[in-house]
């Protein structure tokens, strides 16, 4: 079987949210044609893991009913160390999500790499 999710080293829940912290293995099937000479994770993969961690953590509805204000700003790199945080707002049905890592090196040393909003709901409705 090809691996397609991270390694999670860590999380910390709370009632509306979960912060995960997660390696990207090199090994991971989607960096493959991602690019050739310079490998980074596919935004759709990261939508996925979103729901993913939503669905297994913060038991949110299983339907796909769309997204919002979906940014990508800095790539995800193969073996990076990121954070992954997740908030379910159960009213509006909505979780948003956005990817973290630290980066001593920079000005900002908090890079955000991807956010959004995705509205889930029950299958049917």
Do not use: C
Not at 10 to 20: M, N, W
Not at 28 to 39: E, N, Q
């Amino acid at each position: 079987m090809q691996k397609r999710k991270p390694t999670l080293l860590a999380h910390q829940q709370s009632d509306q949210g979960v912060l995960l912290q997660l390696r990207v293995d090199e090994d991971i099937l989607d960096f493959t044609g991602h690019f050739k000479a310079f490998p980074i994770l596919p935004g759709v993969t990261q939508i996925d893991w979103a729901i993913h961690y939503a669905n297994k953590f913060l038991n949110v509805p299983t339907g796909f009913k769309g997204m919002e204000v979906i940014k990508f700003q800095e790539p995800i790199l193969p073996n990076s160390i990121i954070s992954l945080d997740l908030m379910w707002d159960s009213e509006k049905q909505k979780l948003s999500f956005n990817y973290l890592s630290n980066d001593a090196t920079r000005e900002e040393p908090v890079v955000k790499h991807s956010s959004g909003k995705m509205k889930l709901g029950n299958k049917g409705e």
